[in-house]
């Protein structure tokens, strides 16, 4: 059933969770509370109140557990105390300069296996700070819920005390202060961190100020990535922010994970996108892991990520052995550094519309890429003028036009790339062992903030947030820039199955 404000409906004395969707706002800017009160309207103790951060009452009849987009009240009806009459549910805006008119709406179901009843709350042309939601009260032998959706003027300090929380038992904590005595100060150490234990456990307002100073991190610490770097004046001022206000810093990045993982992607897909990880490179990300620590997964996606590109880029210097194989004949002087089982070849003869497909092996030798099929190719390492992997293909210019024009597929094109590109230096004896120069794919930090933020860290294809790479739409051989509407964001899966798109 759908209840208006005013309206109320039987609750079944069971277990029972309420839950509320938030549209419009992220849930961390809304605290949700609940309060059980006694028949005069008010809370029996502190303990009464529940909100943000705590996973349950002290009685345990009533849970609290907390999405980006929802909130859920879970509530055990049988146990609540005979002297609870009613169980009000409140939302606050943590931002008190903001009203309820930025939530665009709340959706509220109240269910136990069956859904009882659902309700929606719009935020429009509401200029207070707190909302009362609707209140679940004691009806003769049962239990109803009423809608109230009622604005109220004053943030979370106020409407708990509105309740009857206890809020001023801080005051003479604050207030009297004696003259500090020297000889006394061993057991005013001792009092206060008592104190301090007391506030942190007992005391709504010390809660209520430390989620204030939680919420201050947060947004520090938005502010601080939003340029893509954190420097290490920042970090020196996130760590003295939590030492001075007692926070749990490991606890404060749990709650920002999705923030912090973009952060690191976003740093990860910067440091491969030359295909080069320097040394500097490499300690940055290091050190970035061992402040944020993040999950396992992305600690292992960072070291493959980087595994991979080195492994490239050190295929590129010449640092490679020849292997063996029978599977192709090849001169004396002839050295094979890669093989490829069962890889699909594509072939497009310049100035040709039909596109060829064969199945078979691919080598690179240092003399030639071979083609091992029904239908076998040789390029001649001597003839190739230009190359370019792009979306698992290669592009190949070769002297001669029917060499020239061709893509290349095989299983990590990167890798065909990497082999063909140190067979062309050896032969032109290229190799060394400085960094490739090659830097006509070089996008700029600028262009990779703005992809960044235009595909909201995503892969555009399938909307991943691992393993992504600044990807060029038209291949920089067809005639692509590097310029910001030619660059977008791919996953490595989706730039691996991308071949047959171009
Ligand atoms: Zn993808």
Not at 364 to 375: A, G
Not at 477 to 496: F, P
Request: hydrophobic fraction near 35%.
């Amino acid at each position: 059933m759908e209840l208006v404000a005013g309206a109320n409906t039987i609750i079944p004395t069971s277990r029972i969770s309420i839950e509320i969707q938030i549209f419009g706002i992220d849930s961390s800017e809304l605290d949700f509370s609940a309060y059980s009160l006694a028949t005069n309207a008010k809370v029996c103790s502190d303990d009464d109140m529940i909100f943000y951060g705590q996973l349950h009452n002290k009685s345990q009849t009533i849970k609290l557990t907390q999405t980006s987009s929802s909130v859920c009240f879970q509530i055990n009806l049988p146990e609540v105390s005979p002297q609870i009459n009613k169980i009000s549910i409140c939302a606050t805006l943590a931002n008190e300069q903001q009203d309820f008119s930025s939530v665009n709406y709340l959706n509220i179901k109240i269910k136990n296996s069956n859904i009882i009843a659902t309700s929606k709350i719009t935020g429009q042309n509401r200029s207070e700070v707190a909302l009362i939601i609707g209140e679940f009260y004691r009806y003769q032998q049962s239990w109803k819920f009423r809608l109230i959706s009622q604005g109220f003027n004053g943030g979370l300090k106020s409407l708990a005390e509105h309740f009857g929380v206890n809020i001023a038992d801080e005051q003479p904590h604050t207030e009297v202060s004696p003259p500090p005595i020297p000889s006394q100060a061993t057991s005013d150490t001792t009092s206060n961190i008592s104190n301090t234990l007391k506030d942190i456990f007992l005391s709504p307002l010390k809660l209520i100020e430390k989620h204030k100073r939680q919420k201050e991190f947060q947004s520090k610490l938005s502010q601080y990535l939003s340029d893509g770097k954190l420097t290490n004046l920042e970090r020196q001022q996130l760590d003295e922010f939590c030492i001075e206000h007692e926070l749990d810093k490991q606890q404060l990045f749990k709650q920002s994970s999705l923030l912090i993982n973009n952060f690191l992607h976003f740093t990860l897909a910067n440091i491969i996108a030359d295909r080069f990880v320097g040394k500097d490179e490499q300690d940055l990300i290091n050190c970035l892991c061992d402040y944020f620590k993040p999950d396992q997964s992305i600690i292992s996606e960072i070291k493959t990520t980087i595994q991979r590109v080195n492994n490239i880029a050190k295929i590129k210097k010449g640092d490679v052995n020849p292997i063996q194989t029978n599977e192709i004949v090849v001169k004396n002087s002839e050295l094979i550094y890669l093989h490829q089982k069962d890889v699909l070849l594509t072939v497009q003869r310049k100035n040709a519309n039909n596109v060829e497909r064969y199945r078979g092996d691919l080598f690179v030798t240092s003399e030639r890429i071979i083609y091992k099929s029904d239908k076998p190719k040789n390029i001649l390492i001597s003839n190739i003028i230009s190359y370019e992997s792009n979306k698992n293909m290669i592009f190949i210019t070769s002297k001669t036009a029917n060499n020239s024009g061709e893509f290349y597929i095989g299983k990590d094109v990167d890798f065909v790339e990497a082999h063909i590109e140190q067979s062309v230096k050896r032969f032109h004896r290229q190799i060394d062992l400085r960094q490739s120069t090659n830097n006509t794919r070089h996008i700029t930090q600028e262009t990779r903030n703005t992809v960044w933020q235009r595909c909201n860290g995503k892969c555009v294809e399938c909307e991943s947030t691992s393993y992504l790479e600044f990807d060029h739409i038209i291949p920089f051989s067809k005639g692509g820039s590097n310029s910001e509407n030619n660059i977008q964001l791919l996953c490595r899966a989706c730039n691996l199955s991308k071949s047959d798109r171009i």
